[in-house]
């Protein structure tokens, strides 16, 4: 397995992993709702998208190299996303804001990306 592919796993294992800790401090840590629902929204696009980027590795082992773009658009919205909204969330400071769109708009692209590796096959096909 190439290097590439390690690295974007591997951080898809810790983006899944810290979903998880911020979906039990969510549950478990946080008493006020409001808070608690941004957690909630966080820890399930980035948990989703954890997936996604093991999705995108199905697709690059079948011959379809550019699913790894739509893995590091996935890890990015995540950071961003995901990230910003934690901070939102936990934080004082509102300066986190214009990363959760930027965020989105590369989870959008991740999969618009993987549909198109998807439907253009993979380089022996």
Do not use: N
Not at 41 to 63: K, M, P
């Amino acid at each position: 397995m190439s290097l590439q592919v390690r690295i974007w796993l591997g951080l898809a294992a810790l983006s899944g992993l810290i979903a998880v800790g911020f979906g039990a401090f969510g549950v478990h840590g946080v008493s006020d709702p409001q808070v608690k629902e941004l957690l909630s929204i966080a820890v399930e696009y980035q948990l989703i998208h954890a997936l996604a980027v093991f999705a995108c590795f199905s697709l690059y082992r079948a011959g379809a190299p550019v699913a790894g773009i739509a893995a590091w658009l996935f890890l990015i919205g995540a950071l961003l996303f995901s990230g910003s909204i934690y901070g939102l969330a936990l934080t004082p400071a509102h300066w986190f804001w214009p990363a959760t769109p930027i965020g989105g708009l590369c989870f959008l692209a991740g999969w618009a990306v993987l549909a198109w590796a998807a439907f253009a096959g993979t380089k022996s096909a």
